[in-house]
């Protein structure tokens, strides 16, 4: 790395943390194929802490290429990009991440599913298990502690990979259209549940999706990006207050700011 | 079950007891009447007592079993555990499996029995080289099956790993060797089926002892109901190992089926309870 670069790095993390920033980017890119294939191109955010942001746009703007960067799965090929003040490099246990499948190792029960992130750093101990037992009563599943993935719904798969997510203690929540395999009751239930919980536990939550009312119902803001190639148009504010009923996608206010995020969309 | 299930199941098995027995007499009568040549197929009845000669009043048998499945039990066992520690490891190393994958296919085309002169050879007679050909027929299922196990990883789940800062070490022990479980099992009943065919080559090469020594002795000396006898012995042991098999990969996969999964949760919710001094329930 280039003395200019460390600097900017060490500016932006002084002034970031101030700030209250979290997760902040300046010209992310990444590019596949040595540069043949642009999926991601310029995006500078910054993220508060305990914000709840939502990345919406179709396939192929970059959605979910941001996300792993801020995952530290992929490696970007452009800008800068810092955690809690820090350049990412590869994975960090303050970052959680959860899949559209839920991804639970079948041979494991839930209460083992939920573990799974602590094995990682010590043996669970008995204060674990209780944790993990308290998360899952959090995602509704006090009966199924002892159930195999197998014997779970789809739904009920996502709810364990949730108090999985939490249990990692990660106080930065990665989400990949988490819900996008379920069916709509089922995913407008868990939305629902999902912001309250993240409520609960104070954490700054992004959110890919790529329907736009459920962005916009879950968020604080909205990341709008648009494809081909991959670039945050518009960060918008979502003015509604918290709680949310689920009646407030049924308002003026709500469905005004759907077609405001779908004509950014349109006309890019 | 309902008496009428009851009674419907014991009807199709005397049916089936009737068929068998029909089968028998006509076989025996075929044999008697010189229609069958007693060479080719020793009527039922001198079979039956052969079973009675060879198990009861001079019991010779037992000890070739003894010494056969003795070998197999070896053979297998060393096999198998060769084949699936070097399926995890050129598995896990891409450089190693680079290197090796051209001699792998080498030998996999190559008949392995056709190699079991040369053991002989290097090895001298005895139990030595038995023991190397059944390792030699048992090594290649468990090796082949756990190196496409390890392989074949579910991507996203690689990746939850990663995520979750797992060393190699990690993803090993808690996604690929559990997940290559099932796979890995299917290569050792394989192994095991191969096992029984391998230890009677052995023993016709080197024919000093073991079954397949005495089935040889029996079809040379033209004693074939003892012959028969020996096979049919084969036949019961194939299938014990198979049902056998079959036991201890429901047991190791228990998340493959039903009754696994129905045991296990009860097991862990039970060792849980112990864990709280009985408080599970409350």
């Known amino acids: 790395m280039n003395m200019i670069a460390r600097e ?75 955690v809690h003040g820090e350049p990412v490099k590869g994975p960090r246990r303050d970052v959680g991440l959860m899949f559209q ?18 094995e990682m750093v010590r043996k669970p101990t008995k204060a674990d298990e209780e944790e993990a037992i308290e998360l899952l009563n959090m995602v509704g599943l006090k009966d199924f502690v002892f159930s195999f993935p197998s014997q779970l719904s789809g739904g009920m798969q996502q709810r364990v990979a949730l108090a999985r997510l939490l249990k990692t203690g990660a106080d930065i929540l990665l989400l990949d259209e988490p819900f996008g395999a379920l069916d709509e009751f089922t995913r407008e239930r868990l939305n629902i549940e999902l912001m309250r919980i993240v409520a609960e536990v104070k954490a700054t939550t992004l959110f890919v999706t790529h329907n736009i009312g459920e962005a916009i119902f879950l968020a604080d803001k909205v990341m709008v990006m648009t494809p081909r190639p991959g670039r945050l148009a518009k960060m918008v504010e979502v003015p509604f207050a918290r709680p949310r009923p689920a009646e407030l996608q049924l308002t003026p206010e709500f469905n005004a700011l759907v077609a405001e995020v779908r004509d950014i969309l349109g006309t890019h | 079950m309902t008496p009428e299930g009851a009674r419907l199941k014991w009807r ?16 025996q009568t075929g044999s008697w ?21 060879i198990y009861v009043t001079q019991g010779n048998i037992w000890y070739h079993l003894y010494v056969s499945l003795g070998l197999v039990l070896a053979g297998f066992t060393m096999g198998s555990i060769l084949g699936v520690g070097l399926g995890a ?30 053991l002989i050879a290097a090895l001298g007679f005895g139990p030595q080289s038995k023991i190397a050909i059944i390792m030699l027929v048992c090594f290649f299922a468990p090796f082949i099956n756990t190196l496409s196990g390890v392989l074949n990883v579910n991507r996203d789940r690689m990746e939850l790993m990663r995520s979750l800062g797992a060393s190699k070490m990690q993803v090993l022990r808690k996604l690929v060797l559990p997940d290559a479980i099932p796979v890995i099992m299917a290569g050792e009943r394989l192994a ?25 002795t029996y079809t040379r000396n033209l004693n ?33 089926n039903e009754a696994g999964l129905k045991r296990m949760t009860e097991k862990r919710a039970r060792a849980f309870a112990a864990r709280r001094g009985g408080l599970a329930h409350a």
């Not at chain 1, 499948?101 to 602590?118: F, G, I, M, Q």
């Not at chain 2, 001699?103 to 190559?110: G, S």
């Open chain 2, 224 to 256: 074939m109901a003892s012959a028969f006898a020996c096979i049919l012995t084969l036949t019961a042991i194939g299938f014990l190992i198979f049902k056998g098999m079959e036991m201890v990969d429901h047991h190791v996969a228990y998340w493959k």
């Open chain 1, 8 to 82: 900017v790095e060490t500016q932006m993390s002084k002034g970031g943390e101030g700030a209250g920033i979290v997760i902040s980017g300046r010209g992310v890119g990444k590019t596949f194929a040595n540069g043949a294939v642009v999926a991601l191109e310029g995006a500078s955010f910054d993220i508060p802490k305990g914000d709840f942001v939502s990345l919406v746009g179709p396939s192929g703007c970059g959605k979910s290429t941001l996300l792993r960067m801020v995952a530290g799965l992929i490696e970007r090929t452009a800008g800068t990009l810092t």
């Open chain 2, 12 to 27: 199709r098995r005397g049916n089936h007891a009737a068929i068998f027995l029909g089968l028998m007499a006509l076989w």
């Open chain 2, 192 to 216: 095991m089926t191969s096992a029984l065919s391998g230890v009677l080559v052995a023993e016709f090469i080197q024919r000093d002892q073991g079954i397949g020594a005495l089935i040889l």
């Open chain 2, 33 to 53: 009447t010189g229609f069958l040549d007693p060479l080719f197929f020793p009527a039922p009845l001198d079979i039956l007592a052969s079973f009675w000669r």
């Open chain 1, 101 to 118: 499948k839920a991804t639970l190792l079948d041979w494991r029960t839930s209460l083992e599913n939920v573990l799974l992130p602590t």
């Open chain 2, 89 to 118: 490891v050129v598995g896990m190393n891409a450089t190693v499996r680079r290197f090796l994958q051209p001699y792998v296919i080498v030998l996999e085309a190559t008949p392995r029995i056709a190699v079991a002169p040369l």
